[in-house]
Structure formats: structure tokens, C-alpha cells
């Protein structure tokens, strides 16, 4: 327990602000607090001489739960007293509250928060979509550069006039690896926890008693799979279905720091955003285990360059309107890939937990913001779990938690953005537990096509790719035939027959859009396709956008041989092509800054997307954090 002292030093803002769901009627803050403040915040314009909103917020403008006896998530929810027209720049100014009455302001607390010559943060609201960022898989530890530190470099751009501001930024998963941590990392979520307090919780069914005795077990650094879970009562299950892995559950090949509690989550969020905490803890490699002292001091270096780059990370994400969506590191390693996975995990009490733990973490740091008044029932039904001394019924709220199933979401913008949730609502197979399911079962693509319908043009937001590689999908496929999907991580929208064919289905309906763009990740290269169906006159116009990843990348030599290999076995006329489920489907591959051959492109970064209102006129760049900019040029 801190002493009132220590308490006292504690930074008031540990992570934050991020701007989430905004537009003329609605205006929606993150943040995670070491107090549990009263807030008041002004919405203006300057220039203008307008005011939208200035007061202290009411207990329907603040949600606020506790995760420790020093961390409150706050969101922030408000309706402004008058429309935002269209356009507007929006300046906004927090104050915040605590028990004394004492006051602090955003902008005091937070200095480096701001751009040259501005008093204080802002973003653009827009109805039109023509100019946004989108990016996924933002590893800490992967050597390469971090893509959000483009995105600050793109607004400051933007702040200064010297572009365009972005409309929006879209990460479509992978936000946090949960699964894959880096030792380093782990040392100091162990810090964040002790200095704020973070809650811990009784862990059945687990090698160790609780949550408070992981830090204190020999295995904790770099050997967790020895901590993972492994039930003897479903050995024949797991023999069939995880032969190829050494861990029975879990089935990440980076788990050896994989995180478990809901206070370890909630640690990774406020370090994956925020450098306060970073400063306030110290890397020592003093109770690593010996034999990973090399590759902790090689992490640390990676992780370091890292956390110098927080400051630029937290200043963007407080001036552009920010949305999200999960993908499997969000949680763990192939999430529900299949219905095997799904039975071994959820029916052990403390795999469970583990992934039950990370959704929690993904509610209240991502998910939430991204429609809070659709997830108002979710909140509704889990606050009172949370209390000042811990979560209480930690399993009931875990299981609320993994039964919600409306993560997906769309934004009334022009085109229409609609964002699929590819996780929770999966096709299983019947035929096969080893079998990969559907991204999507029947019933949430018959959703999907409703919000569809009638739209003129629609920027769709899927975690993989629609359109993949097809030499990968086919290694995908002949793994899957041998009963190991989970060995190459076969999850594509062509794995499952019914899903793909759904989806298909839905392209080639003459009452759905004209217009199509799709973004995606996943996959940690980039890449971009232009679709049309053949042999129909009025086919709709799809482009898919692929931006993987922010921080991370694909293993370069291998990608160069899977990119030469596929463009030799599945070329315009490859018979192939008609052993493929889109065989109907042209695909015209864009070239990455106009190379004759090349069709995917390997740096991490982030995507630019630019375009009409009616997705017409498509252009798509990946900024990539090494300072090249990649143009995909369409072929004529």
C-alpha cells in the first residue's frame, strides 16, 4: 500500500485524454485517473466566439469505475448544448475536481500535450469522411518504429496548415498484445500495479492461490506456460486439437510473459499509451532469471526507444477522433479460432478468467468509447462489481462479460462506417471441432447486409483481410485439411464455406452499395486490391485497403518469396484461380509505389486513406515509421 505521501505524487492523469466517438451531437472522452475526480469541461471555438458545452459534469456525463485504490477509468459522455456544425475545429479544456475542491487543469497537468502555438487541444468534427488514418498490430518490442508517432507528425502537420487534418483514426486490432509481452514490460507492470493499487483476485483452478503471488513465483518472468492453464480432464480433447503446440490451451508461440490478471491488463493499457507510469518505475533485470538476462537487456533497448515515443502517441490520440476494434492479441492468440478452442477454454475455470480478464481490459479502455450509448447496458450491468476495496463475483462479471456480443458498431458519417466484430459472433463448425470458424455466423451477416442496404457508398472496417493472399489462404487450407488450423493460424474469411459465402453474397447484391472500401489489418503487411464481380456489367466498385502493422512486421524474406510465389501460381489465367471460393471475384492488385512485379509491401506505419463521398476515387498510402511513403498505384 502507498503511503499518503507517495499517494500524493502520484500524477492525477495516468493515461489519456483520448477523444472517442464525436460528431455534431455527441462528444465522448477517455482517461484513467489516480483519484476519483469531479471533472468540468468547456467545448469551444476561439475563433468563432462559441461555446458548446461548459459545466460540471452530472453522473450521467461520467461514468467512472475503479480498477485499484489509485486508477479510476473515466468516460466522459456529452451532448453538446447546441449542434457542432459540420467542420468545426472543437478546442476543449478539462478541469478536474477532487475532494478538497482544489482544481487542475488539462492543460497545466499535461503541457506536452499541446502543439506549437496552441493553447489548447482540439479536434476536427466532421461528417464527411475524405482524409482519415487507419493501422493495426502495435507490438511495444518489435524492433521496428512506432506508426502512432506518424500519426502525431500528421496532425501537427495538420495544426500547422500545412496539410490536411485527418478525419479519424481507425485501429482495427491489436492495440495491445496481451499474449505477447515483452520481460521488460512485465517488470514494470509489476511496479504499476504495487504504486497504484491495481486490484487483485482469487485465481481457481491455477498453480497459484491469487493474482498478488504471480510476481513471487519463479516462473512469473519468461516461463509463464508453466503458469497456463492445463485441465487432465480434457487431455483426449486437447491431444486432437493442440498436438502441435507444447501449451494445451493457450496457443500463442510468444506466450512466455502472457498476461493474466485483469490488474496486469489494466497495467498494460495506461503503459501502452501513457509514459507517466514509465517514469515513476525503474528497468533492472536484478530478478530475471539468468538464462533470459540477454534477451531481457535486448528488449529493453527496443522497449525504451518505445516509451520516448509516449508523449507524441498520447498528444495525437487527445487530437483526432479515435475508434477501435479488437482482434485476437487484443485478448489471446487465436481467439475462438475454433470450436475446439472454444470448449477447452471456457469450459476450465481458469482459462476463463485469462480471457475474461483481457475483455475486461478491452471494455473499459477500448470498446467503450466507441458507442457509449450502446454499450450503456453492459455498463449498467457490470458497475456494481467494481467497489473501492475490489471486484467482487469476479466470474459473474466475467461471464456477462464473454455472453456480450454487440462489440460491432457503425458511424453515421458520409460514406457510412460500419466496423464488424469478427470475434465474438463466429460460425463454428459442426463437422469438425478442429475445424477454423467463420469470422461471422449467419445471423450477424444478415445484420450486417440490413445496415448495408440502401447506402450509396460504405467504408467497412474488418480486423483480416476480405480479400487475402491466396497462396497463404491455400497453406492455411491444407493445414486445416491435416487438423492444424491452429498451427498457422488459419482464420480468413475463405476458411469457413458458409461465412465466405455469405459474404460474397453480400457483394453481389444489386440492393447493396455501389461503393465499397475496406480496411483491414492482421497480417503485418500492406497491401491493396481493387475487387469487381466478373461477368456483370454494373458490378460494384470495392477497394481493399490493408495497413499491418503500426508496430510490427512480417519476417521481409519470407514475405518476398510468398509475394513472388502467389503472383506466379494464381496470375490473371492460373487455372488455380478456380479452385479459389472468390472465383467469380476479379482482383486487381495495386502496385506499391509503381514497382512492375511487387504487390505487398512490409513496413510498419500507418495507412492513409483519401477519397470522394462516394468511394469513387480511392487513393491509399502507408506512412511507413522509417520516413518512406508507400503509394499504391492502381493499375489502368
Avoid at 49 to 63: E, H, M, P, Y
Avoid at 100 to 117: I, M, T
Avoid at 507 to 525: A, M
Amino acid at each position: 500500500m502507498l503511503s499518503k505521501i507517495t499517494a500524493a505524487l502520484l500524477p492525477k492523469i495516468l493515461a489519456g485524454p483520448i477523444v472517442r466517438r464525436a460528431n455534431a451531437n455527441q462528444v465522448c472522452f477517455w482517461l484513467i485517473t489516480s483519484q476519483a475526480f469531479d471533472f468540468s469541461v468547456t467545448l469551444f471555438n476561439h475563433k468563432e466566439q462559441r461555446t458548446w458545452f461548459d459545466a460540471r459534469l452530472n453522473a450521467q456525463q461520467l461514468s467512472q469505475v475503479q480498477v485499484g485504490t489509485h486508477a479510476f477509468v473515466n468516460l466522459i459522455t456529452l451532448e453538446p448544448n447546441t449542434e457542432i456544425p459540420c467542420g468545426s475545429r472543437v478546442s476543449y479544456d478539462i478541469s478536474l475536481q477532487d475532494q478538497y475542491g482544489a482544481s487542475s487543469f488539462l492543460c497545466e497537468l499535461l503541457p506536452s500535450l499541446l502543439y506549437s502555438g496552441e493553447a489548447y487541444p482540439s479536434f476536427l468534427v466532421r461528417r464527411q469522411i475524405g482524409h482519415m488514418l487507419h493501422g493495426s498490430c502495435r507490438k511495444p518490442h518489435h524492433e521496428s518504429g512506432d506508426g502512432l508517432v506518424i500519426v502525431d507528425q500528421q496532425i501537427e502537420k495538420g495544426v500547422t496548415g500545412q496539410s490536411e487534418l485527418p478525419d479519424l483514426l481507425m485501429m482495427s486490432g491489436d492495440q495491445v498484445y496481451t499474449d505477447d509481452v515483452a520481460g521488460p514490460t512485465l517488470l514494470v507492470i509489476e511496479q504499476t500495479i504495487d504504486l497504484l493499487g491495481l486490484f487483485h483476485e482469487e485465481l481457481e483452478g491455477a498453480t497459484i492461490k491469487n493474482s498478488q503471488e504471480l510476481f513471487k513465483h519463479p516462473n512469473c518472468f519468461y516461463q509463464r506456460p508453466e503458469l497456463l492453464p492445463d485441465d487432465p480432464s480434457t487431455e483426449n480433447t486437447y491431444s486432437q486439437f493442440f498436438a502441435a503446440k507444447r501449451k494445451p490451451i493457450f496457443t500463442s508461440v510468444n506466450a512466455s510473459n502472457h498476461l493474466i490478471s485483469f490488474a496486469e491488463v489494466m497495467a498494460m493499457y495506461i503503459l501502452t499509451w501513457s509514459p507517466e507510469m514509465w517514469q515513476l518505475t525503474k528497468i533492472s533485470d536484478t530478478s530475471i532469471p539468468e538464462p533470459f538476462k540477454q534477451k531481457f537487456r535486448e528488449e529493453q533497448a527496443i522497449i525504451e526507444h518505445f516509451v520516448a515515443g509516449l508523449d507524441k502517441v498520447r498528444r495525437a490520440l487527445a487530437h483526432v477522433r479515435v475508434y477501435m476494434i479488437f482482434d485476437d492479441h487484443d485478448i489471446t492468440d487465436d481467439w475462438n479460432l475454433t470450436r475446439g478452442w472454444e470448449e477447452a477454454v471456457y469450459g476450465n475455470l481458469f482459462a476463463k478468467r485469462i480471457v475474461g480478464n483481457a475483455l475486461l481490459g478491452y471494455w473499459l479502455c477500448q470498446g467503450w468509447g466507441n458507442d457509449p450509448t450502446k454499450l450503456q447496458p453492459l455498463f449498467e450491468s457490470c458497475r456494481e462489481y467494481f467497489t473501492e476495496s475490489g471486484i467482487q463475483h469476479h466470474d459473474k462479471l466475467v461471464h456477462i462479460m464473454l455472453e456480450w456480443e454487440q462489440w460491432h458498431y457503425c458511424l453515421q458519417t458520409s460514406p457510412k462506417l460500419v466496423v464488424l466484430d469478427t470475434r465474438t459472433q463466429r460460425w463454428r463448425s459442426e463437422s469438425s471441432l478442429s475445424k477454423p470458424s467463420g469470422l461471422m455466423d449467419w445471423e450477424a451477416l444478415c445484420e450486417l447486409q440490413q445496415e448495408l442496404i440502401g447506402q450509396e457508398s460504405v467504408i467497412m472496417v474488418s480486423a483480416a483481410p476480405i480479400f487475402g493472399v491466396k497462396l497463404i489462404e491455400t497453406i492455411q487450407r491444407i493445414f486445416t485439411f491435416f487438423g492444424k488450423a491452429l498451427t498457422v493460424d488459419a482464420e480468413n474469411w475463405m476458411a469457413h464455406k458458409g461465412t465466405a459465402s455469405v459474404m460474397l453474397n453480400i457483394f453481389r447484391n444489386r440492393k447493396t452499395p455501389p461503393n465499397f472500401v475496406i480496411l483491414s489489418g492482421d497480417v503485418h503487411y500492406s497491401f491493396v486490391y481493387d475487387v469487381t464481380l466478373r461477368f456483370r456489367n454494373n458490378s460494384p466498385n470495392i477497394t481493399q485497403i490493408t495497413s499491418s502493422g503500426i508496430k510490427n512486421e512480417f519476417p521481409d524474406k519470407l514475405l518476398k518469396w510468398f509475394d513472388k510465389l502467389n503472383r506466379i501460381l494464381y496470375s490473371k489465367y492460373s487455372p488455380l484461380n478456380w479452385f479459389t471460393q472468390r472465383r467469380n471475384m476479379l482482383v486487381r492488385h495495386r502496385k506499391p509505389n509503381g514497382h512492375k512485379l511487387t504487390t505487398l509491401s512490409n513496413g510498419a506505419g500507418i495507412g492513409l486513406l483519401k477519397m470522394d463521398q462516394a468511394c469513387s476515387k480511392v487513393e491509399a498510402q502507408q506512412l511507413c515509421a522509417s520516413g518512406e511513403v508507400v503509394t499504391f498505384t492502381k493499375q489502368e
